[in-house]
């Protein structure tokens, strides 16, 4: 089918009147734009995280730096934060951090807190997003196969190992997965595992 000449003009300013019109208008598709920047920003900060973290190989010393280049999302998000307690996680020792998991903007929260070598465990899925995937496992993070269980199972039982070994402690979302509802689903039992193992 062919356009009469200056259709794409006139498409492009009509899009281009849409887009701040949803924006102000429809809160739903704020909400949308919003998550994409989210992920396409992180998309792009993993990009040039990569060749950083590359000259270090696969080590969870690379978290600092994915957590350096994320702590000014709070900023961008317009999101106060007030840590309170972080006395509580020993200097030295291993550990495994247990927190809530609502949403995808829970990793502006733990890199707020997150402690020196501290990894999280993450699905498997997320090592396939990209470069937001390789990014995480340049620093380590932790994947396992949540239909798996014995995989998963054997995944943190060496967890439990490097812990012993390496001084790495572990951030696990004991959920599971996301829950937006503001309640808790049951506890996943690996965490506590991982803890007694440790
Ligand atoms: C600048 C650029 C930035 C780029 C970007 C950076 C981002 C950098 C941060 C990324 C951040 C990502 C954050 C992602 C966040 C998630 O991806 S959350 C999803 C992944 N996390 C989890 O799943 C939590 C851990 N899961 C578990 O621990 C689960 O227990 C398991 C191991 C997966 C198994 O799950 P399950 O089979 O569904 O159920 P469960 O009832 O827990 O266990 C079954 C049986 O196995 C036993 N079992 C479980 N675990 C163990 C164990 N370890 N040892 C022995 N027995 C065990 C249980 O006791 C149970 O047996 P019984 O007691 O019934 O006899
Ligand atoms: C070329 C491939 C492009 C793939 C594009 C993928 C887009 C993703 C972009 C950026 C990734 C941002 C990293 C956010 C890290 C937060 C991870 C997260 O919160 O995962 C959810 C997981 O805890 C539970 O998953 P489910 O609730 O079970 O589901």
């Not at 270090?56 to 309170?84: F, T």
């Not at 998991?101 to 396939?128: F, N, T």
């Not at 509802?181 to 506890?187: A, Y």
Request: glycine share 8%; charged share 15%.
């Amino acid at each position: 089918m062919e356009l009469w000449p200056g259709a794409w003009t006139v498409l492009l300013l009509l899009l281009l009147l849409l887009l701040p019109t949803l924006w102000f208008c429809a809160p739903s598709a704020k909400y949308f734009f919003k998550m994409a920047f989210y992920n396409g920003w992180i998309l792009f900060l993993a990009v040039l995280a990569i060749p950083v973290c590359a000259v270090r190989g696969r080590n969870v010393e690379n978290m600092k730096i994915l957590r350096l280049m994320l702590l000014h999302l709070k900023y961008l998000y317009g999101i106060r934060v007030e840590v309170r307690g972080t006395h509580h996680f020993p200097a030295s020792q291993p550990y495994v951090v247990v927190s809530n998991h609502q949403s995808s903007l829970d990793l502006l929260g733990m890199m707020e807190v997150l402690p020196g070598r501290c990894v999280p465990i993450a699905k498997r899925e997320l090592l396939w997003a990209g470069s937001a995937g390789l990014a995480c496992w340049l620093a380590g993070v932790i994947f396992i196969d949540r239909k798996r269980t014995g995989d998963a199972i054997s995944v943190m039982s060496e967890v439990a190992q490097t812990l012993l070994t390496q001084d790495v402690r572990v951030w696990v979302f004991p959920e599971g997965t996301r829950n937006h509802n503001g309640s808790m689903l049951p506890f996943k039992r690996g965490a506590f595992h991982l803890a007694v193992q440790a």
